[in-house]
């Protein structure tokens, strides 16, 4: 019995351990460590083997995170993570034959469309018969509905204003 002992006080030195504090914004993310799940943040005092490690950060409302770690033999190492919050947005139109595109990837030709949307500045770009006629930065800060009306004078996109949209709460 005790070469088992010995042969398992071997393994254990073999895989140095550092102490891993975790915060982060907003509290209560549920922190996950190479898909498996270490709890809710914050984490304290977490005893992980050095080497290359995953972690991932989800909360309901929030873009989750990820990234790889390579976590070397230290004392103490703190991580700290803020989340980006997911605001809902309705976007409304009563124009017909006119295709939405947000930040160059997500297409849509439907009047009402509901999303949700990482804080942030994004990119609306609109277009009739494949033409580009309107191009708007919008700011997504809280939830919003956007009452989108094609710019009267859409024969120059470069001198457009976002006067063409109207924002509720």
């Known amino acids: ?8 006080g071997l393994l254990a030195a073999a895989h140095p351990q550092t102490v891993v504090n ?4 907003p509290l209560e993310v549920t922190v996950f460590l190479d898909s498996i ?6 984490i304290d005092t977490a005893r992980i083997d050095t080497g290359r490690h995953t972690f991932r950060f989800e ?15 230290a004392k103490q190492l703190d991580i700290e993570v803020r989340l980006v919050p997911l605001h ?6 009563e124009d017909d034959g006119l295709v939405f595109e ?3 990837a997500h297409k849509w030709t439907h009047k009402n469309m509901k999303f949700e949307m990482q804080e942030g500045t994004h990119i609306l770009k609109v277009y009739r018969e494949r033409e580009l006629v309107d191009e708007t930065h919008w700011e997504i800060n809280r939830p919003q ?7 009267s004078d859409s024969s ?3 001198s457009l204003e976002t006067a063409n949209i109207s924002v509720e709460e």
């Open 1 to 8: 019995m005790k070469p088992f002992i010995f042969i398992l």
């Open 22 to 25: 975790i915060k982060t914004i």
């Open 37 to 42: 799940a270490l709890g809710d943040s914050p």
């Open 59 to 73: 909360k309901k409302g929030f873009v989750t995170s990820s990234g790889e770690v390579i976590i070397a033999a």
């Open 88 to 93: 809902p947005v309705l976007f409304r139109v």
């Open 102 to 104: 947000w930040d160059d």
């Open 145 to 151: 509905t956007i009452d989108y009306r094609v710019p």
């Open 156 to 158: 120059n996109v470069d």
